[in-house]
């Protein structure tokens, strides 16, 4: 069975990503990162609600970040431990080759896309405990990852509607031996 993300790009694209991405992504076994991420979100009431309760890290600079892989048939979950809160989803291939992301009540679909050596998560829809969300609802979404300085790189913003910055976290990870 072919790992997660590899399944979800063409050999060529999995060919063209930083070695940073690809062992992070690639690594058959499960892995331990740690690094460093500044992470912004906005100080209202409710994207502080809405934070908690995707299970969404609060803001604050330089914070330690331990992150976790557990994979199993089938799908990876993802535990990211910030300073500041800690961040859990599942991720699994969906149909027509989309990546799901299952994070608290909501599961959010992407297409993955090399873009350069990293790689471009292109939100294309979202559901609520099962039930389809109108796309203007999820606002604008930046999400990539890629390497900077031998490093694995992310930088995931996300501006819904009535929001402003609900979160937006930066920063780099290496692979614990």
Do not use: N
């Amino acid at each position: 069975m072919r790992l997660l993300f590899p399944s979800l790009l063409s050999d060529a694209d999995w060919g063209h990503l930083a070695p940073a991405v690809q062992q992070l992504h690639g690594t058959p076994q499960s892995l331990r990162a740690t690094g460093t991420a500044d992470v912004e979100g906005s100080t209202a009431w409710h994207a502080r609600l809405l934070r908690r309760i995707l299970g969404l890290p609060e803001p604050g600079q330089d914070q330690p970040i331990t992150f976790i892989i557990d994979r199993q048939a089938g799908s990876e979950t993802w535990t990211r431990g910030f300073e500041r809160g800690q961040m859990q989803s599942t991720l699994m291939r969906g149909p027509e080759g989309l990546l799901l992301e299952r994070l608290g009540p909501v599961t959010l679909r992407f297409r993955l896309r090399c873009d350069g050596d990293g790689i471009d998560w292109q939100l294309l829809g979202a559901r609520l405990l099962g039930m389809p969300l109108p796309r203007f609802l999820l606002g604008e979404v930046y999400s990539r990852s890629g390497a900077k300085d031998g490093r694995y790189y992310f930088h995931i913003d996300a501006r819904p509607p009535w929001f402003g910055r609900l979160i937006a976290y930066r920063g780099w990870l290496e692979i614990a031996p």
